[in-house]
C-alpha cells in the first residue's frame, strides 16, 4: 500500500522542539523529493520545506534557522526537526513525496 504516515505532533510550550517523522512504504522513497507542508486552522495549506533527493533543502521564511528537514533513505523517513517554537506553528503538518501522495496529517500545538 501507498503512503505516507506521519508521527511526533504534540503540545508544546513557545520556545519549546518538537521533531516529526514521516515514514514512507509502498513505492520507492529515494526516488522523490520530499516535503512539509502544514495548515492552520482557517487557512491554507502552505509549504514548510523541501528536501530533493539529493539532498538539497528549502526552508520558507518564516521557519529558517529552526526548522530543519532532513531524510533517511535507508528508513524510508523524512524529518522535521522544529525548534524555537511559536504560537504561530501550531497546525496541522502534512507530508508528502513531491506528487500526488499525501499523509494525513499530525496536529502540533504551541501555546501556553
Known amino acids: 500500500q501507498v503512503q505516507l504516515v506521519e508521527s511526533g505532533g504534540d503540545w508544546v510550550q513557545p520556545g519549546g522542539s518538537l521533531t516529526l517523522s514521516c515514514v514512507a512504504s509502498?513505492?520507492?522513497?529515494?526516488?522523490?523529493?520530499a516535503r512539509w507542508y502544514r495548515q492552520a486552522p482557517g487557512k491554507e495549506r502552505e509549504l514548510v520545506a523541501h528536501?530533493?533527493?539529493?539532498?538539497?533543502?528549502m526552508h520558507r521564511d518564516s521557519v529558517r534557522d529552526r526548522f530543519f528537514i532532513s531524510r533517511d533513505n535507508a528508513k524510508n523517513t523524512v524529518y522535521l526537526q522544529m525548534h524555537n517554537l511559536k504560537p504561530e506553528d501550531t497546525a496541522v503538518y502534512y507530508c508528502?513525496?513531491?506528487?500526488?501522495?499525501w499523509g494525513r496529517g499530525t496536529q502540533v500545538t504551541v501555546s501556553s
Open positions: 508528502n513525496n513531491g506528487a500526488d501522495i
Open positions: 509502498g513505492f520507492t522513497f529515494s526516488n522523490y523529493a
Open positions: 528536501i530533493s533527493t539529493n539532498g538539497a533543502v
